[in-house]
RNA sequence: GUGGGUGUAGCUCAGUCGGUAGAGCACCGGGUUGUGGCCUCGGCGGUCGAGGGUUCAAGUCCCUUCACUCACCCCA
C-alpha cells in the first residue's frame, strides 16, 4: 500500500465542512475589514527566505524543503507566507499604486518538523499584511481583527499575549543589557542559549529547560528599554486594545522566531491544545520591506495556525454536514429509469437529492435514506406509475401523501425549501 | 536530530501460563413478498505493522526494522 508522506495528512470529508466554516468566516471578516485576498505560489526562490526569515533561524537552518529544479536554480516549499507577501508587494510594485494595502491569503506552508500534535510538515495558514502603516491603530486594527475572527467562530479558552521588541534604536542597547545581565550565568545556560546569548539574546526568553528559566527569573524586562517611540507605539495599542475591551496579557518573554519583527508582536495561545499551543502569532516588521529590495515601508502581519484552530473547532463538526432534502426509493426498473429524470430535474433547482442505483428492497433503499438523514423520501414503483403518483413520506413525523407526478418537482421544491 | 508510548477486522478495543483469532460498532441480508430508526437472527470482513530468531507450537518470548503518537527542540 502506497501512504502519506511522514507528516502530511489528508483531510477527510468529516471534516471539510469545518475547514470550509472557517473559511467562509474569515474571508467575510477581511471583506468587513477591507482586506483585498492575495494569491501567491507555494515555490520560491530559496534565496528570499534566507534574506526574510534570517539565515540561521531554525526554519532556514534545517526545516525547509529545498531542491534543485532542472535549471539548477535553488527552489524552496515555501515554510511560511509573509515573505512571499512582501515579495509580491515589490514586484508588482503595489506601493506605487498606494503605498497602503490590507492583504489576505490562505494556503499550505512546509516546515520539515518532527511531527506531533498540532504540527505537521504540510499545515495550513491565514495571513494577513499590513503594508505602509505605521500608526499603532493600524498594529491594533489587526489585532482587532484576529481577535474577532475568534469570537466569530465561537472560540473560548485563549488568551491574547502581546510585547514590543523595540527597534533598531533601542533594541541593541536591550540586548547589551541581557547579555551584561547573563555574563556570570555561564554556569547555568544550557548549550543552546549559550549560543544565543551571543547571537540573538532575546530568544533565551523562550527556552523551557528549568535552568535556564531560573537564570532569567530577574532578567531586565525590554519594556523597560524602549526608546520613546518604541514605548508611546506601545502605548496607544494597549489603550486602543482597552477601548475595545480585548483581553490582553503583556508578556515581556514573548519574543518570536523570526528575526525581522520590530516592535508589536503578539501571539494567541490555546491551553487545551497542549504543547503546541499557538494558535495564531504575528507582530511589525517595519524594516523588511526595505531589507528585501523595497521601499522603506512599514508593515504588520500574523498567521493563525489553521490546523489548530480547527482542532479547538472540532465539537463544532457535527451540525455541519450537509444532508439530502430528499431521497427518492425507486422500485423496479421503470420507476428507477424515471427517478433518475427527477434526480437531475430536482437538483436543477437546489434540491440536494438522491437514490440508489442498485433497485434493492424498499426496507434497504429506506434504511438508506435514514441513513443520510433526508427529511422526505419519495417512494415510487408501478404500482404508483400507474395511477400517475408517487408517495412522499416525511420521515419525522411518518406522514405519506399521495403527490401526482406532473407536480411532483414543484411541490418537492416547495416543501425542501421551508 | 533525541527520548517515551502504541501497532490485532473499516473503527474502538479484548486476547489468561506460548496451545486452532474474538467482541462491540459499521457494512450486507433475513425476521415484514412495498416502508427507516429500536429489537432479533445470520452473513461479510484478519499477512495479528514488517522481517528474522527461539519452540513440537508464537498475536503472546527475543532481536531488527517501519509506522503512528506524545514530548524535547522550534513554531502556526
Known amino acids: 500500500m502506497i501512504t502519506l508522506v511522514r507528516g502530511f495528512k489528508d483531510i477527510l470529508p468529516a471534516e471539510t465542512?469545518?475547514?470550509?466554516?472557517?473559511?467562509?468566516?474569515?474571508?467575510?471578516?477581511?471583506?468587513?475589514?477591507?482586506?483585498?485576498?492575495?494569491?501567491?505560489?507555494?515555490?520560491?526562490?530559496?534565496?528570499?527566505?534566507?534574506?526574510?526569515?534570517?539565515?540561521?533561524?531554525?526554519i532556514v537552518e534545517k526545516e525547509m524543503y529545498t531542491f534543485a529544479d532542472r535549471s539548477g536554480a535553488s527552489l524552496t516549499m515555501r515554510p511560511e507566507a509573509t515573505a512571499s507577501v512582501v515579495r509580491a508587494y515589490i514586484e508588482h510594485k503595489l506601493y506605487a499604486k498606494d503605498p497602503v494595502w490590507k492583504l489576505y491569503t490562505i494556503g499550505p506552508m512546509f516546515r520539515r518538523e518532527r511531527p506531533q500534535k498540532g504540527r505537521y510538515r504540510q499545515f495550513y495558514q491565514i495571513n494577513a499584511e499590513v503594508?505602509?502603516?505605521?500608526?499603532?491603530?493600524?498594529?491594533?486594527?489587526?489585532?482587532?481583527?484576529?481577535?474577532?475572527?475568534?469570537?466569530?467562530?465561537?472560540?473560548?479558552?485563549?488568551?491574547?499575549?502581546?510585547?514590543?521588541?523595540?527597534?533598531?534604536?533601542?533594541?541593541?542597547?536591550?540586548?547589551?543589557?541581557?547579555?551584561?545581565?547573563?555574563?556570570?550565568?555561564?554556569?547555568?545556560?544550557?548549550?543552546?542559549?549559550?549560543?544565543?546569548?551571543?547571537?540573538?539574546?532575546?530568544?533565551?526568553?523562550?527556552?523551557?529547560?528549568?535552568?535556564?528559566?531560573?537564570?532569567?527569573?530577574?532578567?531586565?524586562?525590554?519594556?523597560?528599554?524602549?526608546?520613546?517611540?518604541?514605548?508611546?507605539?506601545?502605548?496607544?495599542?494597549?489603550?486602543?486594545?482597552?477601548?475595545?475591551?480585548?483581553?490582553?496579557?503583556?508578556?515581556?518573554?514573548?519574543?518570536?522566531?523570526?528575526?525581522?519583527?520590530t516592535r508589536t508582536a503578539f501571539e494567541v495561545l490555546a491551553e487545551a491544545l497542549g504543547a503546541q499551543d499557538a494558535v495564531a502569532g504575528g507582530g511589525r516588521y517595519d524594516s523588511l520591506v526595505k531589507a528585501l529590495g523595497g521601499p522603506d515601508q512599514p508593515g504588520i502581519g500574523f498567521a493563525i495556525g489553521v490546523d489548530r484552530l480547527i482542532e479547538l473547532l472540532a465539537h463544532q463538526r457535527q451540525?455541519?454536514?450537509?444532508?439530502?432534502?430528499?431521497?427518492?426509493?425507486?422500485?423496479?426498473?421503470?420507476?428507477?429509469?424515471?427517478?433518475?429524470?427527477?434526480?437531475?430535474?430536482?437538483?436543477?433547482?437546489?434540491?440536494?437529492?438522491?437514490?440508489?442505483?442498485a433497485d434493492r428492497s424498499l426496507k434497504a433503499q429506506m434504511r438508506r435514506a435514514n441513513k443520510l438523514g433526508a427529511p422526505y423520501v419519495l417512494i415510487v414503483g408501478d404500482r404508483e406509475l400507474e395511477e400517475g403518483s408517487a408517495e412522499l413520506r416525511n420521515m419525522s413525523t411518518k406522514e405519506q401523501e399521495k403527490v401526482r407526478l406532473q407536480d411532483l418537482v414543484e411541490v418537492v421544491v416547495n416543501k425542501t425549501r421551508n
Not at 523562550?206 to 526608546?227: F, G, N, Q, R, T
Request: hydrophobic residues 40%.
Open 319 to 357: 451540525g455541519l454536514e450537509k444532508r439530502p432534502h430528499l431521497f427518492i426509493a425507486a422500485l423496479g426498473t421503470g420507476a428507477q429509469d424515471r427517478a433518475f429524470g427527477w434526480l437531475q430535474e430536482l437538483r436543477m433547482q437546489n434540491v440536494r437529492t438522491e437514490m440508489d442505483f
Open 131 to 261: 503594508f505602509g502603516l505605521e500608526d499603532p491603530r493600524a498594529d491594533a486594527e489587526l489585532i482587532l481583527l484576529l481577535m474577532t475572527l475568534m469570537g466569530r467562530l465561537e472560540l473560548s479558552g485563549i488568551m491574547l499575549h502581546i510585547n514590543s521588541l523595540g527597534c533598531a534604536a533601542c533594541r541593541p542597547h536591550f540586548k547589551e543589557a541581557l547579555r551584561s545581565f547573563l555574563t556570570e550565568s555561564t554556569a547555568e545556560l544550557c548549550s543552546d542559549c549559550l549560543r544565543r546569548r551571543e547571537k540573538n539574546p532575546l530568544r533565551i526568553f523562550d527556552c523551557k529547560v528549568p535552568a535556564c528559566k531560573e537564570a532569567m527569573l530577574d532578567a531586565p524586562s525590554i519594556l523597560d528599554h524602549l526608546c520613546d517611540q518604541c514605548r508611546s507605539h506601545f502605548e496607544t495599542v494597549q489603550a486602543s486594545l482597552e477601548r475595545f475591551q480585548i483581553p490582553y496579557q503583556t508578556n515581556h518573554r514573548l519574543v518570536r522566531g523570526l528575526d525581522y519583527y
Open 17 to 58: 465542512a469545518l475547514w470550509q466554516h472557517l473559511e467562509d468566516v474569515a474571508r467575510q471578516l477581511f471583506d468587513d475589514f477591507g482586506f483585498a485576498e492575495l494569491r501567491i505560489p507555494v515555490l520560491e526562490q530559496t534565496e528570499l527566505f534566507a534574506r526574510s526569515i534570517g539565515a540561521d533561524t531554525d
